[in-house]
């Protein structure tokens, strides 16, 4: 499985961002993908996942302001970002799992600031 994400950049606090994430590969089978960010310095932290059947779920402090959603047909997961701030700056990885193992994106910068 291999992992594109794409759609990071420089924005100013309270705008959008949508981060896209395309799967190629041996994807028959992934059930779970998933965004996760990084601060340097930080530990990774999961932001969002979404499985195969559509339930998804949300870090606390993105709830309300963030979206994840997937296009089967184009073997892609979006991460629309509403409400940007500063706290939001990170590198964001997309992540997909099946059959028990993990496979890891490049990570895409979003930077939030005035």
């Known amino acids: 499985v291999q992992l594109q994400a794409s759609g990071g950049g420089s924005v100013q606090p309270g705008g959008s961002l949508r981060l896209s994430c395309v799967a190629s590969?041996?994807?028959?089978?992934?059930?779970?993908m998933a965004w996760h960010r990084q601060v340097v310095g930080k530990e990774r932290e999961l932001v969002a996942f979404?499985?195969?059947?559509?339930?998804?779920n949300y870090a606390d402090s993105v709830k309300g302001r963030f979206t994840i959603s997937r296009d089967n047909a184009k073997n892609t997961v979006y991460l629309e970002m509403n409400g940007l701030k500063s706290e939001d700056t990170a590198v964001y990885y997309c992540?997909?799992?099946?059959?028990?193992?993990?496979?890891w994106g490049q990570g895409t910068l979003v930077t939030v600031s005035s």
């Open positions: 992540k997909a799992s099946r059959y028990g193992l993990d496979y």
């Open positions: 590969g041996s994807i028959a089978g992934i059930t779970y």
């Open positions: 979404i499985l195969g059947g559509g339930l998804t």
